[in-house]
């Protein structure tokens, strides 16, 4: 659906339910990860771009202390929770309005009571953040509301803030921070040590195909979490040798190599990972930059070898996708994206090679599982931002 569609949507499903026109409208992005997977917990780099799907949240002040929001990817459901109190967790999706109106409260900001009405097309379950999303359009609205002028980094920390400790998730900072600060046509250097953002432009002629898997993540939070774990045993570990490392990316292959025996088997693949792929982040920026798009596309296809092999999220559907990606004419190369186990493959290719992969991965895919992936070009989009 186009983006008019969406933001028409909100506003009428608004005035039909409130009986008066919302007071704004805004849209905050979901992301793929170009590549720097699971590196923004361990205070690495990581190199996403902002999409052309998003949160669509039509919103009016109102003058109770309550919010009232209503869903309407949720068969319409509707959710009313105070606003100059903590408000309780339900478990569902209003956690994420509520675990940012909380960590707003906690920050000392007075927030209005709000009216609104929520829609999306970033797909639920699939690794493009349709969570980061969702908050990150509530705390832009309640910044605007409140004039409390937050700058973006501020916000995407806070609704970070919000999912660690309201919702439950773990997450880093890479999504919410890409969903506030994308900008269209670019991806997006992020240091998650020192919150430093550098654009790139995205080479002329190159798409970003996305293709769904249709396996909705599944037991992601306990992995997740195991893996975070493992990274810091090995960051405890190496600590011993080296009084400066606080995480894995104050670690080099060298360092790593050296200490191999010290470390539990598993543990080491899992510092490898990071630490190899934090040096495949700095070679794709600077790869893109210098159109480089060969050798952007080998450092894509060696880090999604070293998700499968050493940091154990990728799934056989994953792997399909990926491999077949890479068979075909004009691509580049192909990773898995978002955190694993299930979700989309992206892959970089010249816009007149798209047909060709989408044909490919429909026929391998349908062959190996009997069935379809979704396949589409997204394209590099603002972050949030107030549309009407
Ligand atoms: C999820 C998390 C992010 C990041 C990725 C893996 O999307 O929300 O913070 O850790 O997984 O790169």
Redesign the pocket.
């Known amino acids: 659906m186009s983006e008019h569609t969406l933001q028409k949507k909100v506003t009428d499903a608004f005035q039909a339910r409130f009986q008066q026109p919302p007071a704004m409208v805004v849209r905050a992005p979901g992301r793929v ?1 170009l590549i ?6 361990n205070d690495g780099f ?1 190199l996403p771009v902002a999409v052309d799907r998003a949160a669509w949240l039509a919103v009016a002040p109102r003058d109770d202390g309550w919010a009232t929001v209503r869903a309407l990817d949720m068969r319409n459901d509707e959710k009313t929770f105070p606003v100059d109190r903590t408000p309780s967790s339900g478990g569902g999706w209003s956690d994420y309005p509520q675990g940012v109106a909380w960590a707003m409260l906690e920050r000392g900001m007075t927030l209005t009571g709000i009216n609104g009405v929520l829609t999306s097309d970033v797909p639920v379950g699939a ?1 493009m ?1 349709s969570s ?1 999303a969702v908050e990150v359009a509530f705390a832009y609205a309640w910044d605007q509301i409140g004039e409390f002028g937050m700058k973006l980094s501020d916000l995407a920390l806070l609704c970070q803030k919000a ?1 660690n400790q309201y919702v439950g ?1 773990n ?5 919410q921070m890409i969903s506030a600060c994308g900008r269209a046509g670019h991806a997006m250097m992020l240091d998650t040590r020192t919150m430093e953002r550098a654009y790139f432009p995205m080479p002329q002629g190159i798409a970003v195909v996305v293709a769904d898997s249709m396996v909705r993540r599944q037991l992601t939070g306990s992995e ?1 979490n195991v893996r975070r774990a493992q990274c810091e045993q090995a960051v405890s570990v190496l600590k011993e040798h080296y009084p400066d490392i606080t995480a894995l990316r104050d670690v080099t292959p060298e360092q790593l190599d050296q200490h191999r025996s010290d470390l539990p088997e598993v543990v080491h693949r899992r510092a490898r990972h990071v630490v190899t792929e934090n040096n495949r982040v700095l070679q794709v920026a600077r790869d893109l930059y210098e159109n480089r798009m060969d050798h952007v596309g080998q450092l894509l296809l060696e880090g999604h070898r070293s998700l499968r092999d050493d940091y154990e999220v990728s799934i056989a559907e994953l792997d399909t996708l990926v491999e077949a990606a890479a068979e075909v004419e004009g691509c580049y190369g192909a990773r898995l994206t ?3 186990f299930g979700g989309c493959i992206i892959a970089l290719a010249d816009e007149g090679a798209v047909t060709d992969i989408e044909a490919h991965l429909n026929e391998v895919y349908d062959a190996v599982y009997g069935k379809q992936p979704t396949v589409y070009v997204t394209l590099p989009d603002n972050g949030v931002a107030r549309m009407a």
């Open positions: 990860n720097g997977e699971h590196t923004d917990y990581v690794g953040s980061a999912e998730v997450c880093g900072i890479m999504d997740y978002g955190a694993g």
